[in-house]
């Protein structure tokens, strides 16, 4: 079943503390990315990578970083840096030109505890 | 740079009347739209997309979008609204000249009443 896989769907932090995001998809599309939605505020890019290897900051990426080791997976990790971290979470791809929709995942919840 | 407008952060509309949310677009040169819906703790769901061609453009569930270059507008339209559509719907546009992220808008909640 080809989609986007983010996991996990909940997540909690302590102060102080590191978390990873995991995003795995299996559409072979090469382009992939991070985004953060609060409510009334719509969705914010933290980070994308249109190639392994390769990733950009996006509008927000203070307090978080990215890896692209492989094609298909691309963690977004929320370090203590980033002091608001409560949000939802959505991984998107994409593959083709510039005509072609990005697709997302079903997102992660993460809550400070 | 890019951006997207959408004016209503709410849309009240009757079971069975029609249903319109507004976006408007800036981009520098021509642009690639798109609307996604939201449904609650899910993603996007990618709805319709205007690429060139006709400005009326069809897609999922009996929505379309009607593309107006000299209003820069992409306004999302249903003829009959059902109690299901209720949702958060979002406006996507990226500049055709390059293969960057889509700039969404800030979403509009539509709320169909029985």
């Known amino acids: 079943d080809g989609g986007i896989t983010q996991s996990p769907k909940y997540l909690f932090r302590k102060e102080g503390q590191n978390v990873t995001l995991s995003c795995e998809q299996n559409?072979?599309?090469?382009?992939m990315y991070w985004y953060r939605q609060d409510p009334g505020q719509g969705l914010r890019l933290i980070y994308y990578s249109q190639i392994v290897n390769d990733f950009q900051k996006g509008d927000i990426a203070e307090g978080y970083s990215v890896s692209r080791e492989k094609k298909e997976s691309f963690p977004l990790t929320v370090t203590s840096a980033q002091k608001n971290p409560t949000a939802f979470y959505l991984c998107?791809?994409?593959?083709?030109?510039?005509?072609?929709?990005?697709?997302f995942g079903d997102g992660t919840r993460l809550s400070i505890l | 740079a890019q951006s997207v407008a959408q004016p209503e952060d709410q849309v009240n509309v009757a079971e069975g009347n029609p249903l319109t949310v507004k976006c408007t677009y800036s981009v520098s040169g021509n642009p690639y739209l798109f609307w996604y819906v939201q449904y609650p703790n899910r993603g996007l769901q990618f709805l319709l997309k205007y690429i060139t061609g006709d400005n009326l453009v069809k897609g999922s569930y009996g929505f379309e979008a009607e593309f107006n270059k000299s209003q820069t507008s992409f306004h999302l339209k249903k003829p009959s609204a059902l109690v299901s559509d209720s949702a958060l719907y979002f406006c996507?546009?990226?500049?055709?000249?390059?293969?960057?992220?889509?700039?969404f808008g800030k979403g509009t909640r539509l709320s169909v009443i029985a």
């Open positions: 998107a791809t994409a593959g083709g030109g510039a005509g072609q929709p990005q697709h």
């Open positions: 996507a546009v990226r500049d055709i000249a390059g293969n960057t992220p889509l700039v």
């Open positions: 559409l072979n599309h090469d382009a």
